[in-house]
Nanobody, 122 residues
Framework: QVQLVESGGGLVQAGGSLRLSCAAS????????MGWFRQAPGKEREFVAG????????YYADSVKGRFTISRDNAKNTVYLQMNSLKPEDTAVYYC???????????????WGQGTQVTASS
């Protein structure tokens, strides 16, 4: 079992930055691929970024490539999402998830956090 808790969301002006954190409980964090997803009102949950167990491989949605950076610190059981040049269309609830494959498919992730709101105002 892995419990995930996100933090770092908030309100920022378009063009600004935020850094999300996701802290995991347990002693097996380093065994899991981690992903960030987001869900805007009235829309389906979508993949944002993913990172392999060691951090050596990352993958991004085209919409955030070059603006967002995913990283992890296995010693701290934490995964991060640095978000720069935020746009109003980035506004959503952001979720971190743990799974066994680096994939864009939400259904392949086994554990989810409760989410944190990110709002980029124009």
């Amino acid at each position: 079992q892995v419990q995930l808790v996100e933090s770092g969301g908030g309100l920022v002006q378009a063009g600004g930055s935020l850094r999300l954190s996701c802290a995991a409980s347990g002693h097996t964090f380093s065994r899991y691929t981690m992903g960030w997803f987001r869900q805007a009102p009235g829309k389906e949950r979508e993949f944002v970024a993913g990172i392999s167990t060691s951090g050596g491989r990352t993958y991004y949605a085209d919409s955030v490539k070059g603006r967002f950076t995913i990283s992890r610190d296995n010693a701290k059981n934490t995964v991060y999402l640095q978000m720069n040049s935020l746009k109003p269309e980035d506004t959503a609830v952001y979720y971190c998830a743990a799974g066994n494959q680096l994939t864009v498919v939400a259904g392949w992730y086994d554990y989810w956090g409760q989410g944190t709101q990110v709002t980029a105002s124009s």
